[in-house]
């Protein structure tokens, strides 16, 4: 399977990371901790992660294994 890993970061420091495969996002400061309590109670917030990796992870993947096999 694909999974999504989408990181946002801060002064070279991850605060908050979005993974599709916990369908959640996981906090790692004080202030990535109250975003992620926050976005993880947004069920649009959540949706259009979970969208990511159907609309662009997915059909990139595909054309990425193509390519990949067209070359062997």
């Given amino acids: 399977g694909i999974e999504l890993i989408h990181s946002y970061v801060f002064n070279q ?3 908050i990371r979005f993974n599709s495969t916990v369908g959640r996002f996981v906090g790692y400061t004080e202030h990535g901790l109250k975003n992620a309590e926050a976005w993880n ?7 259009q ?8 992870c997915k059909h990139n993947a595909d054309i990425y294994y193509s390519a990949i096999r067209d070359k062997t």
Avoid at 49 to 55: D, H, N, P, V, Y
């Fill in 13 to 15: 420091a991850e605060y």
């Fill in 41 to 47: 109670s947004d069920a649009g917030i959540l949706g």
């Fill in 49 to 56: 992660e979970q969208a990511q990796l159907e609309s662009f």
